[in-house]
């Protein structure tokens, strides 16, 4: 049974830092790119920050030198540390991992995490 469990939102207030963790289990972590997704009131969900299964990064201009987004192959897990966190990064964040197979892409996402900005 594939899972992506996220964890770590909260409240915090603007300039403060919070560090989002996903748990994977169910399929073979290392062969698929995990990114983070966000999701504000009324919005669509954005991507906020990938790593391909090399460790290639990419992030959106948004976040680009406050987020960091890494993953740990050995422990199934990808981490998104958010520093300088402002009011428009309030959100329900995402969990995705994405495979490209012969047959299509194969895409999973977890339940998301609400992380709130605010003095």
């Known amino acids: 049974q594939v899972q992506l469990v996220e964890s770590g939102g909260g409240l915090v207030q603007p300039g403060g830092s919070l560090r989002l963790s996903c748990a994977a289990s169910?399929?073979?972590?290392?062969?698929?790119?995990m990114s983070w997704y966000r999701q504000a009131p009324g919005k669509e969900r954005e991507l906020v920050a990938g790593?391909?299964?090399?460790?290639?990064?990419n992030y959106a201009d948004s976040v680009k030198g406050r987020f960091t987004i890494s993953r740990d192959n050995a422990k199934n897990t990808v981490d998104l540390q958010m520093n300088g966190l402002k009011p428009e990064d309030t959100a329900v964040y995402y969990c995705?991992?994405?495979?490209?197979?012969?047959?299509?892409?194969?895409?999973?996402w977890g339940q998301g995490t609400q992380v709130t900005v605010s003095s």
């Open positions: 790593i391909s299964r090399d460790g290639s990064t």
């Open positions: 995705q991992a994405t495979r490209t197979r012969l047959v299509g892409i194969q895409t999973y």
């Open positions: 169910g399929f073979t972590f290392s062969s698929y790119a």
